[in-house]
């Protein structure tokens, strides 16, 4: 009964999680959270699209994140165009920094991959850093204002937060289907069977390194897209933005949720953001108690939350 | 660039092999660790950090830079080796992965306890007087610290040579990179030897924070910078190679140096587009054998 249950649940996954991101904001104690844990949760998505399904631990993924950001900003600032033209620049440039840094960093394999993918986008913080004249450098990107949302003659308050939820859940739902479809697609496949079987892969005439940038391009557009939605919603592009510290928040999304899972990274997003506001409440030093947990995870629970909740199924 | 006279650069590369100095130690660290237990110990960079603030205290005990030097790569092996022992051995036989997820997740634990008990904002740190002012090397005034940096990099690494090449502890470490079952089929008790070597990597990423202090100062975000620097040094020189560290890590450390004096702006991009060419061209690194890299 459950099996069946899970299996059909699997086969609408994304309208599954649409219904989730419906009722997600008033579930939540903190109502501002529910926008982040929808960006987060997608910014997650992507990096579990390379470390999930093709098996490559990226440590670089603040700088698909926050060019896509960064991008969104600047699309808005200085070129004037609408809101859904600058996501859509904020997409393409997550997947075109990701393209340069998997090009790069799939030179190399295995335990490399992290190293040169956390040192590539340390340096796209520096170019950032430098580049003050147009990101803002140290201050960040400021003054993107968006009040309105306007598409197919709906004008929707952008300022209203339960409005704004929705909008940004709606674009998230999307960008959920779309990985749905690519998930189930051929290449889905192929990419599980690079991350199980590189040999094997290769013998059935698969181009490995080609997989894995592809993945990676696309990790980069989710990435983006992420990036861009936090850079309409906080009005801003912190320099932080592209910091290591993004990067490794993402990781530990990935893997608390459970990766290589559909839901496991959002539900990581949730649980890593309500972790880091509870223990905000009493104290500035949150990375503790999440570097302790994520620690755990790691020795005791490596599927992660929803991998583990998903194998435990009564047959 | 009017005035750059041949002294002034030689003066800048040698500024650069001091800074590659402390390159090379946290390279040689990682290296270590990695040849013997394919451990990508992404903590380097808090031991790095916490090696630079167990200074700060011994010095703010009454203790002196010498006592330092001395009681700080004790406090950072042992604790590397309890690392080891309560953690790390664990996931032995595990993915490749997961060490180094694990070892993440302890960097941001080290870090913020460095921030409970040292504060978030980053202390000054004052070069031993007795190492303080410059010397005339020949070619103009170097600062002595910066010598001193320099001396004891090759001191501590013809020590560790020493100890690998010439005892028998480090015969057994060598035997046991090469294969560590048939250490075991000997009866080498091999978890002690891997807790070992993951103590020797700590303690010197310690000295190599003490050493760093009086260059920067302290900060509990220090080792976060100077871990991708200590990244860019291994995937340069390769994982695993003694030699490619050394190398990678004074390259690294003139290049950053030279680029300070000729394209200040390019300063920090300099080293990653480094990387990026070896990558291309050489993606093992110089020393790097292909087999460590899967």
Known sequence: MIAVFLTRAARHRALLAALFLLVLPFLLPFRATAVNVLIDGLFAVGFNLVYGYVGLLSFGHAALFGGGAYATGLALLRLGLPWYGALALGLVAGAGIAGVIGLLATRTRGIYFAMVTLALAECVYYLAYQASGVTGGENGLRGIVLTKIDLFGLDLDFVDPLTRYFVIATIVALALAALSRILASPFGAVMEMVRENEARARASGVDVRAVRVLAFVLSGAFSGLAGGLQALHLAIVPIETLDYGNSGMVVMMCLLGGAGTFFGPFIGALVFLLLQNLVALVSSHWQLPVGVVFMACVLFLPRGIWGQLARWRPA | ?294
């Open chain 2, 1 to 294: 660039m009017a005035g750059l006279s041949l002294d002034l650069l030689a003066l800048q590369i040698f500024t650069g092999l001091a800074l590659g100095a402390v390159y090379v130690l946290l390279a040689t660290g990682m290296s270590l660790i990695f040849g013997m237990l394919t451990v990508v110990n992404f903590a380097h960079g808090a031991f790095f950090a916490l090696g630079a603030y167990a200074g700060f205290l011994v010095l703010a005990l009454g203790g002196n830079f010498w006592l330092a030097l001395l009681a700080v790569p004790i406090v950072t092996g042992l604790l590397g080796m309890a690392v080891e022992w309560g953690l790390v051995r664990h996931l032995y036989g595990r993915g490749i992965d997961d060490p180094l997820l694990l070892t993440f997740g302890l960097s941001y634990v080290l870090v913020e306890l460095i921030r409970i008990f040292a504060g978030t904002q980053g202390l000054p740190f004052d070069t031993p007087d007795a190492l303080a002012g410059a010397v005339d090397i020949g070619i103009g005034y170097f600062p002595l610290y910066r010598l001193f940096v320099i001396a004891m990099t090759v001191t501590i690494l013809f020590l560790l040579w020493l100890f690998l090449e010439r005892t028998r502890i480090g015969l057994i470490i060598r035997a046991g990179a090469r294969d560590p079952e048939i250490m075991r089929v000997l009866g080498v008790d091999t978890g002690r030897v891997w807790r070992l070597v993951f103590g020797l990597g700590t303690a010197i990423a310690g000295l190599a924070g003490l050493l760093a202090a009086p260059l920067q100062g302290v900060s509990p975000e220090m080792g976060n910078a100077i871990l991708a620097d200590a990244f860019v040094v291994t995937v340069v020189g390769g994982m695993g190679s003694l030699a490619g560290a050394i190398i990678a890590g004074l390259l690294v450390g003139v290049i950053v140096s030279l680029t300070a004096l000729f394209a200040p702006e390019a300063g920090d991009v300099a080293i990653f587009a480094l990387m990026a060419v070896v990558l291309l061209i050489r993606p093992q690194g110089f020393f790097g054998r292909a087999g460590l890299m899967s």
